[in-house]
């Protein structure tokens, strides 16, 4: 674990997400008191800022719930200093190596704890971090941990050659990479959900349950970033990293204990088991214009190449082949500018087969990991009163309503809090990675290849494509009311 002298480097510090994730949930941690006073926050970037230009520009994105909050802002402010330096010569880093040298001995520490945030662009993020290890690193004076953010590769040859200049230079153990769902409350709670509830082991299998989906909706399109996303569309940038983490915890099998590797062991398991996709039942989509034209098609973006069959909406179903789950579909569903902003889980289970109720729905269990985390179960009940009919009704755990008086951390916080930890459970290991990319690569291969089929079209605000409500039913989802 790190100790209360730790100092953590954000590299990147005059970016985009440094200022918009990485500042405010080390604002937020200091501000639920996981972060004390005496640890030292290095910005470090090629711009060329002043301490009080970074601290304006980070300032308007902290979260300031209550009047204390506030107060703590300015105390969270002097943490934080700032070095301007380039990426790609010895100079800034033996500076920084120097400043937290200086910090050390101020603070008279006996091993040096150091933190590297990389919230940088993949193009410079190996000569980063081989810079960092070479210049930075306390050796064994101390101890020292990377954070890296996605992207990880492109598809499976970019990762592996990614891999391959990042593992000699840093350890897995010194390693962490992020994939913030794993750090959303409702995601974090999908272990315990499923091993300390011992009814639903009983019936966590394809004897009971029908299908899953598994779904990711956006209701804005990629305004302003349409060049960035054009060579990485909805698969690569939700799919392939986000809802994967939340497919095998949701269906990897029980680990032998709760510490980091049993647990990434298992879901490289459930992932080995996955059946390479089929990309003739996929269904994708690229957003129009809104249907009262406010609102612009994704073509209409000056900055994506004219003709993009970039695609903005996908559905795909996959199989995984061990006892638990033969025969049980899943589907990934994903889409920007659609009618809502919703991650969700939904399992169906098996009607009831004896014969005595007629037209009853499924009982069907609903995670929403966001917004407003809940559990709910569509059961059926009797209608109370008089009337004998059936209708279906929730049992439904609402957070707002159940844990009102409780925090629940940003993603951020709760994985830059594991890292300080040393806890490596809600990190992606690079083993994960390969075998994610060796699914995917083929279907992208195939989506950006010259038999591309072309996306259809769905408008910014819909739910989707046309064909979505029969492609859900093909495939084992139906729609109950
Ligand atoms: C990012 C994607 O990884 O996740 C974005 O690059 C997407 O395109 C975002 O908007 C969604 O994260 P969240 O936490 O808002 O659901």
């Known amino acids: 674990e790190f100790k209360e002298d730790t100092v953590i480097v954000v590299f990147g510090a005059s970016g985009d997400l440094a200022k918009k994730k990485t500042f405010p949930a080390l604002f937020g941690l200091f501000r639920e008191g996981f972060l004390s006073s005496s640890t030292r926050i290095i910005g470090y970037a090629r711009s060329k800022l002043t301490e009080e230009e970074l601290r304006t520009r980070i300032k308007p994105y902290f979260k300031t719930p209550t009047e204390k909050s506030k107060a703590q802002v300015d105390e969270f402010l002097k943490m934080v200093t700032y070095i301007s330096g380039p990426y790609d ?7 920084l190596n120097s400043t937290i040298e200086e910090y050390d001995a101020a603070s008279k520490v006996k091993e040096s704890h150091r933190l590297f945030y990389l919230a940088l662009p993949p193009s410079v993020f190996t000569t980063v971090a081989a810079n960092l290890k070479r210049y930075v690193h306390p050796g064994d004076k101390g101890i020292a941990r990377i954070i890296i953010e996605k992207p990880f590769g492109h598809d499976l040859a970019s990762a592996q050659a990614l891999q391959k200049e990042l593992a000699p230079l840093w350890s897995e ?84 204990s709760f510490d980091a590797e049993a647990v990434r062991d298992e879901k490289v398991r459930l992932l080995k088991s996955i059946k390479p996709f089929d990309k003739d039942n996929v269904l994708v989509g690229q957003y129009t214009r809104s249907e009262d034209g ?39 569903r994903a889409g920007k500018a659609l009618n809502e902003g919703k991650v969700e889980i939904r399992i169906q289970f098996r009607e009831n087969s004896n014969g005595m109720f007629k037209d009853i729905n499924r009982n069907e269990l609903v995670i929403r990991i966001q917004p407003d985390e809940a559990m709910y179960m569509k059961m059926n009940t009797k209608v109370p009163g008089i009337s004998n009919s059936i209708a279906v009704t929730e049992l ?30 809600n990190f992606v290991r690079d083993d994960e990675l390969d075998i994610s990319w060796s699914l995917f690569t083929p279907l992208l291969n195939y989506l950006e290849g010259p038999d591309a089929p072309t996306p259809q079209p769905y408008a910014y605000g819909s739910r989707g494509p046309a064909g979505l409500t029969d492609y859900l039913k093909r495939n084992g989802y139906v729609f109950q009311n």
Request: negative net charge; contains cysteine; aromatic residues 14%.
């Open 396 to 425: 439904d755990l609402s957070y707002k309503s159940r844990y009102s008086n409780f925090y629940i951390p940003e993603a951020y916080e709760s994985l830059i809090r594991d890292c300080l930890r040393g806890d490596h459970s």
């Open 89 to 95: 010569t010895p100079e800034g880093y033996q500076k």
């Open 294 to 332: 406010s609102k612009p098609g994704y073509l209409d973006d000056e900055t994506v190449k004219p003709g993009s069959k970039c695609v903005t909406f996908a559905c795909l179903t996959l199989q995984v082949e061990n006892e638990r789950w033969q025969g049980v579909p899943v589907i990934l």
């Open 173 to 256: 153990d010194e390693l962490y990479r992020i994939d913030h769902y794993l750090g959303k409350e409702m995601v974090k709670n999908l272990v315990p959900f499923r091993f300390a509830n011992n009814f639903l082991s009983a019936c966590w299998n394809n004897n009971f349950i029908k299908s899953i989906q598994i779904s990711f909706k956006e209701p804005f399109g990629t305004e302003g970033r349409g060049g960035y996303f054009d060579s990485i569309g909805i698969i690569r940038d939700v799919m392939q990293n986000h809802l994967f983490q939340v497919l095998t915890l949701l269906m990897m099998e029980r680990p032998v």
